[in-house]
């Protein structure tokens, strides 16, 4: 059984293997689950799961979970169940080769202020920017990871370096995204 | 994005949560008066939010990742076993 303050703390550690853990432990049992009580296809109900634990890891990052008065799995069942019932009633069936949609729903549901276009337009704007600037970015505004992290991990000279490398990348891919604005109005 | 260094540490203390109460109160008188500032508040937003499922979509991959290694392992067993 692993304990979850353990478990939210290794998250900031060591995050990779801290999903793996809890994934390993609630596959098999979620997997029957959703087939048996939502009738889920063996496939849907991969996409459901795995969807679930991409969800408690982001309500993790987003501090929207930082205390949790039920056991981790029954929280993993808990998202599983609320999705299995909402992509019954939408009969949106996850497309398993369309997941930038699938997680764009589920980002514009908790935030309205953005759009599937619009994050579409980001997210092909990180892949143009491309690395160092991605990581950066994603590390800083994602992860919430310091200057001093992040210049750990880039292994560049020192904090000042990372910061002024962090400004630079953001302007960098406002003006990509600005001009992926622009061409869709245009369109 | 037409801000500069200082109001974009700003900008990031803003959307990221961390700024004092008065900060806070001062930064959105400012976004009421100041259109570039208000307008890369939003762009920020907007960018932080497909950051956000840029790295989520990672984990996502990483998960198929694992279950296309266990297919696989389970194949090699079949091949060593049969």
């Known amino acids: 059984m692993i304990s979850v303050i353990d478990w939210i703390q290794k998250i900031k550690t060591n995050e990779n293997e801290a999903i793996k853990e809890i994934y390993m432990l609630c596959k098999s049992e979620c997997l029957q689950w959703l087939q048996k009580e939502y009738n889920c296809t063996k496939d849907d109900a991969m996409d459901i799961f795995q969807l679930s634990i991409m969800i408690l890891y982001d309500n993790i990052k987003t501090q929207k979970l930082k205390i949790l008065t039920s056991n981790l799995k029954t929280y993993v069942f808990g998202i599983a169940r609320n999705k299995a019932l909402e992509l019954h009633r939408s009969r949106q069936i996850p497309v398993t080769d369309d997941y ?37 970015l994603v590390q800083y505004y994602y992860h919430d990871k310091s200057m001093d992290e992040i210049t750990l991990m880039m292994s560049y000279k020192n904090a000042d370096t990372t910061k002024n ?22 369109d | 994005m037409r801000s ?8 990031d203390g803003y959307i990221k949560g961390r700024l004092d109460v008065d900060v806070t109160s001062e930064f959105e008188m400012r976004l009421v008066h100041e259109r570039d500032l208000k307008a890369d508040l939003e762009d920020l937003k907007e ?16 998960m198929k990742g694992w279950e296309n290694d266990m297919v696989g392992e389970v194949s090699i067993a079949k091949i060593l076993f049969q």
């Open chain 1, 165 to 186: 490398q962090k400004y630079k990348c953001l302007k960098r891919l406002q003006n990509i995204y600005f001009s992926h604005k622009q061409k869709s109005i245009k």
């Open chain 2, 47 to 62: 960018l932080h939010q497909g950051m956000r499922v840029k790295a989520l979509l990672e984990k996502l991959e990483m």
């Open chain 1, 100 to 136: 930038l949609s699938f997680v764009a729903s589920y980002v514009i549901d908790e935030d309205n202020n953005v759009n599937e276009d619009q994050i579409n337009m980001v997210c092909q704007s990180l892949d143009e920017l491309g690395d160092p600037c991605k990581t950066v």
């Open chain 2, 4 to 11: 500069s260094e200082k109001d974009l540490m700003l900008l």
